[in-house]
Every structure is written in structure tokens, then in C-alpha cells.
């Protein structure tokens, strides 16, 4: 507990459809003074959709921020209120057409918790059935499969370079979920 | 190239010291125009310092978007026209105390491309040499050390939450870098 950072003051800067953004004034506990920028987030969901093929759904979506067309696990936000099994399943057939039979809970991780409190909670989906793919209004995705063995290849070659999906994928190769 | 979302106005909100953030109105190749917050993010370095015993040196520190004392791989964001390999060699010592005698480049990685731009570059440092700690003035820090067979049971129990950190962990554990 000796490395808590007491919140002397906090500025709200910006309020807006996905994020808020504050800047707090700090005291460190050697008494020095300092700003922490943080980007708040209602947090989300990742899913790890498996075939009974052992192949992965990736989806691909083009990322404003990177300015890139990106090949990533589906995932999503929570929605206020919502439960993060519940999203999950919700953003699985958003995104992919594919419900899952079986939804397991993996974990938690932060994105960058060095400026945004943003969680995502990682699922692992099997028993996958089409349903029909059903995005928001302003999402435009295109689903691909991954197979296990072109999975560290589309690594190291910088085809997927999404954070959750790699660590999402590397988890997944292990087998031992 | 069909997926790209054209931007039709941009507007800066905050210029900040690491972030700034600006929200884009934005048209989709359908015609929908809607907004994207982006968070613009200088990127940085997240390095897997591997001791000469197999063990992966973590870092301890608080961090205030999520009010938590985390384990995590040294890492930071990368000063003005620093590369990321000195960046990478800078870091460690700062957080760690050590020197790397190979520093090797994996790959980059996007931690959230929903509303940053934040790319970091992962390294494996190896050959280890203790210089002593050197951490900014405004960064309070402690060491761990970390076992490969340790490293499964921290995730899936939370002791580590840190997406970088679980992925560099999970990539470490493949053994075929």
C-alpha cells in the first residue's frame, strides 16, 4: 500500500460517447507532486471463438486511431448495466454470426493502465453455430479463420498486430484452458 | 481499402503531457457518418528481460487510471525522436538496474486501437549485467523476478492483469524466439 498515489485534486477535461477524460493532480507517497493523465473506459469484452476445427474468428475492421484495417478477436464494450458474459455473447454474434454453446471466463486484463482504466474480461467460446451476422450501424467487419499453425507466423510478420488478439492467440495455443 | 473511414472535420480537445485527444467525425464507405475519439499516444517500449536462471524481471508500481499496485514488464513511452531499441536499452535500466548484453526486436503491437494510436514495440533482453536503478523522479518502483513455471498461475489468478505484460509473458513461454 506504500505506493498509493493520493489524488490532491481532478479536472474533468472531456465527456464523450466511448470515453472521459480527467487529469488529476497527485501526491507520490516521497511527497512528490506530479499529473496522471486518465482516460476513462466502461471497459469490454474479448473472445476467443473456437471451431470444432481449432480454428480461430477473427474479425476485420478498420481502426480510426491507427488509420489501418486491423485483424482482431471480436470484441466490444460494455453497455451500462450489462454483464460481461452477457456482452460477450452479444458482441460474438454481432460481430461473427457464430453463438456459443459454451462462453468459459478466462480473465481480467488492462489494455494500458498507464493512462486508461480500461478492463477487458477474455472468454474462451466453443460449440460455435451460425446465427447471421448482426453489426452496429457503424461497424463494418469482415470475418476471417485462423488456423493454430499460421498463428505465430501472422505474429512476427506484423498481419496482426492487435495486443488482446496476440496475447488472446498465445493463450489459446497453449491448449491447457 | 474498402473498410477506410474518411475524415470529414477534426477537433483538438487536449494537448496534454503524454496524451492528447481530438475527436474526428468520420464517413464510412457506406455512408454513415459517425464519431471516433482518438487518443494520440507518443508509444513506447515493453521489454522481456530473461535473467540467465530463466527467470522474467517484472516491474511493481502504481498506476492511478486503475487505482492498483501492478506487476508488469518494464516498459515507457518513447521521448522525441528516441528509437525504440535505445528507448528499449534506456527503460530497463531506469526501472530495472540492468544492462542487456542482446537486445533483440520481436514485434509491435497496437494496446487498443478502438481509440488509441499507442503502439508499442516488444523486445527480449538478455544477458543481463546489474548497472543499478535509475527511475524518474516522479515513477516509485520495485523489482520481482519471476519463474517460467509461476507465470501461468499469476494470470489466471489475477496477480498479473497487465495485457502487455500477460502477452510478453504468454510469447516468453513459447521458448522459440
Chains 1, 2 share one sequence.
Not at 465527456?15 to 516521497?30: S, T, Y
Request: proline share 6%; charged share 30%; no cysteine.
Amino acid at each position: 500500500m506504500d505506493f498509493i498515489e493520493e489524488t490532491i485534486s481532478s479536472r474533468d477535461i472531456y465527456q464523450g460517447k466511448i470515453i472521459n477524460l480527467r487529469v488529476d493532480e497527485v501526491k507520490l507517497p516521497n511527497g512528490t507532486v506530479s499529473t496522471r493523465e486518465v482516460v476513462e473506459h466502461p471497459g469490454g469484452v474479448t473472445i476467443i471463438p473456437v471451431t470444432n476445427k481449432s480454428e480461430v474468428l477473427l474479425v476485420e475492421q478498420f481502426r480510426k486511431p491507427v488509420e489501418e484495417t486491423l485483424l482482431e478477436l471480436p470484441a466490444g464494450k460494455l453497455e451500462p448495466g450489462e454483464e460481461p458474459l452477457s456482452s460477450a455473447r452479444r458482441e460474438l454474434i454481432e460481430e461473427t454470426g457464430f453463438q456459443a454453446g459454451k462462453m468459459e471466463y478466462l480473465f481480467p486484463f488492462y489494455t494500458s493502465p498507464g493512462f486508461t482504466d480500461e478492463v477487458l474480461h477474455l472468454f474462451l467460446a466453443r460449440e460455435l453455430k451460425e446465427v447471421g451476422i448482426n453489426p452496429d450501424e457503424d461497424e463494418i467487419i469482415r470475418v476471417h479463420r485462423i488456423k493454430k499453425d499460421e498463428i505465430i507466423k501472422n505474429i512476427k510478420t506484423g498481419r496482426i498486430k492487435d495486443g488482446k488478439t496476440i496475447m488472446g492467440l498465445l493463450y489459446f495455443l497453449r491448449g491447457d484452458y
